[in-house]
């Protein structure tokens, strides 16, 4: 796998954190919502607020990029955003399946936008660039993501992921076997901490998990 980030996005300070993982996935892991996610969904019950995401530095920083590409954060929200807002509402989580899950985690630990890909369903190089003008595509659990002057992963065939909403094309199934995940990063940060502290997580709650290559582009 080859991932790219386009010039005009590295100058507005993005990058992608990656982790490419293979593994044996899951429809429903009770080791990774009693170890991982059910503590940390009563934690931010208990102790976050609405306002408390309007000052996260990860959350301002990633809907100042939103806004510098055309995209207006409050109607298309960051993942991060809309995860964290959801489980501070006492909506909790849905759960889809061992990564997808996995990723949730670490897009409320991080407050930043992750998303997981199956590499057997998408090309070999993967481009962070811009939707173009009217672009959209099926998006996981909506119908159709207006993409124009969004952030969006593509390959030779078009874009299938951004930061705020995933397309159908590249989802995890419980039959991937190897899948990319990856940490949208709009403001400087310990990036190489993150990703030790992935690699320990996902090779500990993920069944038979080699991660077998992680980056920084």
Not at 29 to 47: D, F, V
Not at 50 to 74: F, H, S, V
Not at 83 to 89: A, D, K, M, N, T
Not at 143 to 150: A, F, S
């Amino acid at each position: 796998m080859e991932l790219v980030v386009e010039e005009r996005l590295k100058e507005l300070g993005i990058s992608l954190a990656y982790t490419v993982v293979e593994f044996t996935n899951g429809a429903y892991s009770e080791e990774i919502w009693g170890g991982l996610l059910n503590p940390l969904i009563a934690k931010i019950e208990e102790e976050d607020t609405i306002d408390m995401i309007k000052d996260d530095e990860n959350m301002i920083a990633t809907k100042k990029a939103y806004r510098a590409l055309g995209k207006d954060p409050a109607r298309f929200r960051p993942s991060s955003d809309s995860l964290w807002r959801r489980v501070i509402q006492k909506k909790g989580l849905y759960q889809v399946n061992d990564l997808v899950d996995v990723n949730n985690y670490f897009s409320l630990v991080y407050t930043l936008p992750f998303g997981s890909h199956d590499l057997a369903k998408v090309g070999e190089k993967i481009t962070l660039t811009v939707g173009k003008e009217g672009e959209r595509y099926a998006g996981i659990g909506k119908k159709d993501v207006n993409i124009e002057n969004l952030l969006v992963l593509a390959d030779d065939d078009g874009p299938f992921g951004s930061p705020t909403s995933d397309s159908t094309r590249g989802m995890i199934g419980e039959d991937t076997t190897q899948a990319v995940m990856i940490g949208y990063v709009f403001s400087e940060m310990d990036v190489d901490a993150m990703q030790q502290e992935i690699k320990a997580v996902a090779e500990k709650y993920l069944k038979d998990c080699k991660v077998v290559d992680q980056g920084i582009v």
